[in-house]
C-alpha cells in the first residue's frame, strides 16, 4: 500500500511539474492535459504556445505554423487573435495568421485576400459562416509547399515527417540511433 502511494506520489509531482512553465494560448497548461500528454508520449518544454484545436496547428507565441499535431487536443483556453502577432488581416480560426504564412498563402494562390476564414484539419476552409470553397492540403503535400515546411509527428518511440514526397522516422531513443528516410524513387537511407 505504502509504495503504491508512493508511486502515484511520484507521477503526480512530475505531471504538475512538467505543467509548470508550459503556457498554451496564454493560459498555464493544467496538470490534466499534462498527464494526457505524457501518456501520449509527449513531452512538452517549458515555453509559451499557440494551438488550433480545429487543425492540430501549433506554434510558438510571436510566430507561425511550426508543426501540425492532433486537432482537438484538450486545451482549454481558446485562440486569441494576436497570438502569432498578426498584422496581415487574415484570420483563421480566429488567429491573425503571421506574415511568413500569409506570405506563403500568396506563393501558393497568388493572392492572399483579407478576411476572417475558417479551416479544418484536412485543410479544408471557407469564409467564416460559410461553405468550403478551398482547400490547403495540396500545398503542404508539393515538396512541402511553403518553403519546404513539410508536416511531421512526434510521438512515443521518435517523430514521424514528411513534405508529400519524401519521408522519414527518427528514433528518440538515442541507445537505438535509428533513422530511415525514404525518397519518391523507393531508395531509402539508413
Known amino acids: 500500500m505504502f509504495r503504491s502511494c508512493t508511486i502515484l506520489l511520484a ?4 505531471v504538475t511539474a512538467m505543467a509548470e512553465g508550459v503556457f498554451v494560448n496564454r493560459a498555464p497548461l493544467d496538470a490534466q492535459v ?27 507565441e510571436g510566430g507561425p505554423t511550426v508543426g501540425v ?3 482537438g487536443l484538450p486545451i482549454a483556453a481558446p485562440l486569441p487573435a494576436d497570438i502569432s ?18 506570405m506563403a498563402l500568396r506563393n501558393y494562390f497568388g493572392q492572399a485576400i483579407p478576411g476572417r476564414y475558417w479551416l479544418n484539419a484536412a485543410g479544408v476552409g471557407g469564409y467564416e459562416g460559410g461553405p468550403a ?7 503542404f503535400s508539393n515538396h512541402g509547399g511553403s518553403g519546404g515546411r513539410g508536416l511531421g509527428h512526434n510521438g512515443r ?11 522519414g522516422f527518427i528514433s528518440s531513443d538515442p541507445s537505438h540511433g535509428v533513422s530511415v528516410t525514404c525518397g519518391p524513387d523507393g531508395g531509402c537511407i539508413y
Open 11 to 14: 507521477l503526480l509531482i512530475s
Open 34 to 60: 499534462a498527464n494526457y500528454f505524457a501518456q501520449e508520449g509527449i513531452r512538452l518544454q517549458p515555453g509559451q504556445y499557440w494551438y488550433d484545436a480545429h487543425t492540430g496547428a501549433w506554434g510558438f
Open 69 to 71: 499535431t492532433y486537432p
Open 85 to 102: 502577432g498578426g498584422g496581415t488581416g487574415i484570420f483563421i480560426n480566429g488567429r491573425e495568421i503571421h506574415p511568413s504564412e500569409a
Open 133 to 139: 470553397f478551398f482547400n490547403l492540403a495540396p500545398m
Open 157 to 167: 518511440g521518435g517523430s514521424v515527417i514528411s513534405d508529400g514526397t519524401t519521408s
